[in-house]
């Protein structure tokens, strides 16, 4: 069964950083692309950032685009997203997510619904 396992949220104060991981298992994590998705209480999941299977490709919401950086390690079956410049409107869960092969082109990086297997999601909070 595969699972994806999220760690390093917490709480920082503006201005601060936080890294998020996010570790599969699987021996075909290599062939997905991941995204990162958060959800604030009261609000729908949002995406936040998508990278494709090989790594080489990168997308970003406006609202973090400068601050946070997505990567992945296929060698280590783990994807991260480093937070930097925190805001308190970033307080939110985090969540990993794995993309659909059958969606796999960049057209659908930001659509919560191509991506099939969810993370069990990671606490932000953003003091001011």
């Known amino acids: 069964q595969v699972q994806l396992v999220e760690s390093g949220g917490g709480l920082v104060q503006a201005g601060g950083s936080l890294r998020l991981s996010c570790a599969a298992s699987g021996r075909t994590f290599s062939t997905y692309a991941m995204g990162w998705f958060r959800q604030a209480p009261g609000k729908e999941r949002e995406f936040v950032a998508a990278i494709s299977a090989s790594g080489g490709s990168t997308t970003y919401a406006d609202s973090v685009k400068g601050r946070f950086t997505i990567s992945r390690d296929n060698a280590r079956n783990t994807v991260y997203l480093q937070m930097n410049s925190l805001k308190p409107e970033d307080t939110a869960v985090y969540y990993c997510?794995?993309?659909?092969?059958?969606?796999?082109?960049?057209?659908?990086?930001?659509?919560?619904?191509?991506?099939?297997?969810w993370g069990q999601g990671t606490q932000v909070t953003v003091s001011s």
């Open positions: 997510s794995r993309r659909s092969t059958y969606y796999s082109t960049s057209a659908y990086n930001t659509n919560k619904s191509a991506y099939d297997l």
